[in-house]
């Protein structure tokens, strides 16, 4: 009983993984729901919240709070977002440069930078 209910989560689990590495615009827990619901149509939103949270505490994937609303992203290291602060859209910025992120006491294994500020879209809007 227990094995069947571990598979299934873990089926739930990659079908999750997949969709987030197949797409770049840092969806919702809802936006993930629908897509997900199309493989697996007895996938419940509180399954995917729930699993979402579970891959956020385990650093596979990173939960980005942008004008109170999460928005989940796959690609959880070694890059910038860019997070607009009026429309709430993230870009994603590959690091050009190596970071000098050497602390004596501490190694650094990956990191994930966040960025707020105004788009080009917005700022053009104010003027
Ligand atoms: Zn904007
Ligand atoms: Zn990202």
Redo the contacts with the bound molecule.
Sequence with gaps: MITTKKKRNTLQKTKILEYLHSVHT?PTAEVVYENIKKKIPMISLGTVYRILNALADDNEI?KLEVNGEFRY?A?NCG?I?LICTKCGI?S?REMNKKLDLNFSDFSVHCFSLIIKGTCKKCSRRVK
Excluded: L, P, S
């Design positions: 840092h990173i992203d690609n890059h977002h993230i994603d």
